[in-house]
């Protein structure tokens, strides 16, 4: 299966944690495309950017764009009908307030217990874990979307993160080209299988001890 393939299982997938009316916070790659994937009987929701915009619309077309509307990743965006702009300090006043209902993260690492490594690769140049931090602990729920293995074949669901965490138990859900989990009160549990995927392939692949809820 191709990776474009699998990319596009999870994000399908994590749109289906979207209702209507929602306040949402897309993180930067991944989860950006989350907002084309819409069920359709989902209605009213708004999508927020930490740098000062409620309302993002579609990515502009060549005519559309403006330099000086941008989300939080530096891409350009469009502005909804109804959209509205503020400063930073309210921006972050709404995140830390807990009035983001949903936010969906792209995840380096997630652990057992729900710990989220997210913004930094020791050694790397990093600008700094941004509004993440804040994003963790201050929406009401948290999607990461990430895939289950890194490029050397390694797993990325672990019984204890070894990257620095951006947060400490603030995973909700998590859903990877293989399988879906949530995770209660410090605990991982499988709740679904992604299509072709089968629980001894998510066995081997995962490093972290999860309970098995399939129905």
Known sequence: MSKQIQRQRIIQRA????????????????PTLVANELNDHVQNVYFQSENGLLGIGPYPTEDEVDADLINAGK??????KGASFFD???????????????????????????????????????????????????????????????KHGESKIKAQCELPLTGAQVVDTLITDLAVFQFEHGVMQLIELQEGATLEQVEASTDAYFENHLK
């Open 88 to 150: 930073n300090a309210e921006s972050f006043a709404m995140i830390r307030g807990g009035h983001i209902d949903l936010a969906i993260l792209g995840g380096m690492e997630v652990s057992e217990k729900g710990d989220l490594a997210n913004y930094m690769i020791p050694g790397k140049l990093v600008k700094g874990m941004g509004g993440a931090m804040d994003l963790v602990v201050g929406a009401k729920k948290v999607v990461v979307i990430m895939d289950h293995m890194n």
């Open 15 to 30: 749109a289906k944690e979207i209702e209507s009316n929602m306040v949402i916070n897309l993180g930067i790659g991944m």
């Open 75 to 80: 891409e350009t965006v469009t502005a909804a």
